[in-house]
């Protein structure tokens, strides 16, 4: 339920004078189609014609890729080399530090972020990210400072608002965490994550109806986020449309795939509806567990 920020690509520095170039350097410089920025970079990468910071940044452009594709070890890969070829190249670091907290190594990240802070202090970026970081690790505090950091530097990023709203819903300051969603949509009002993000704080603050809204506005704008579809399915239960819910619940299973079902079934176990495997596998077990919970009134994930 959370939003990691849009991983940083820059452009190629250099002016490519040659239409075959040109287009394989558009490819590497556009992040629309991933596949594309990963044939153009690596058609830059073989070409020999560039060298330094250029050949440095169609590494962490196809890094970049990779990274969006869910590919984490091998964007890391590609970030080390542009690393090893421009060892002061900041958004390389800032975006392999993106990669290892995907992969859950909060402390390594934090180390890149820190280093791309140190080569240039005005990345609010890195602060960002590098306050995701914290989040996950629980240190509500430090994370919240980081996002202040990242918006005294760029006010108008949308992500950083979300984010410290995240933090903010941590350390149960909920009305602080919802005028940073109320911000967060100001500045960006097709931000999916920021509705859902609002929706679980009311969801918590009991406010149901309220919540019920703003995630339909989400999943209008993300009809597939599995993240998105447990939230309408937890508030649907609290309002007590427990068929309604249990239909959401299946869906987000779907979607999520086995990590998923595995959360599920060890929340269930938690409330003492089930004494399964976690193994990911949404059998007659799991449903008839997840059935009684709901028809208990327990709050699944909490």
């Known amino acids: 339920m959370r939003l990691i920020a849009a991983i940083a690509v820059v452009g190629l520095i250099a002016a490519i004078a040659q239409p075959a170039s ?71 670091y800032s975006n392999r530090g993106l990669a290892y907290n995907n992969l859950g190594e909060h402390r390594r990240a934090i180390e890149d972020y820190d280093q791309a802070i140190r080569i240039d202090p005005g990345l609010a970026a890195a602060y960002n990210n590098r306050g995701v970081a914290y989040e996950r690790l629980g240190e509500y505090h430090r994370a919240i400072e980081d996002y202040d950091q990242a918006l005294r530097i760029d006010p108008g990023v949308a992500i950083a608002y979300n984010n410290r709203g995240v933090a903010y819903k941590g350390l149960g300051e909920y009305r602080r965490a919802i005028e940073d969603y109320d911000q967060a949509i100001r500045l960006d009002p097709g931000s999916a994550y920021a509705y859902n993000g609002r929706a679980m704080v009311l969801y918590t603050m009991g406010r149901n109806a309220e919540a019920l809204g703003d995630v339909v506005r989400a999943l209008s704008l993300a009809p597939d986020d599995a993240a998105t579809i447990d939230t309408r399915a937890h508030v649907l239960a609290a309002l007590g449309r427990t068929r309604e819910a249990l239909g959401e619940f299946e869906r987000a299973m ?8 595995r959360k599920y079934q060890e929340a269930l176990a938690g409330h003492g509806y089930y004494r399964g495997a976690i193994d990911g596998a949404y059998g007659p077990n799991t449903r008839a567990a997840l059935v009684a919970c709901l028809d208990a009134g327990c709050r699944l994930l909490e």
Do not use: H
């Open 254 to 261: 779907q979607i999520g795939g086995a990590d998923r079902v």
């Open 22 to 92: 040109a287009d394989m350097a558009d490819d590497c410089e556009q992040s629309r189609d991933q596949d594309l920025s990963i044939g153009g970079c690596t058609a830059v990468i073989r070409s020999g014609e560039f060298s330094g910071r250029n050949l440095a940044i169609a590494y962490s452009n196809r890094g970049s890729a990779y990274y969006n594709l869910g590919e984490n070890r091998r964007a890391i890969e590609d970030f080390d080399q542009a690393l090893r070829i421009d060892p002061g190249f900041a958004i390389a």
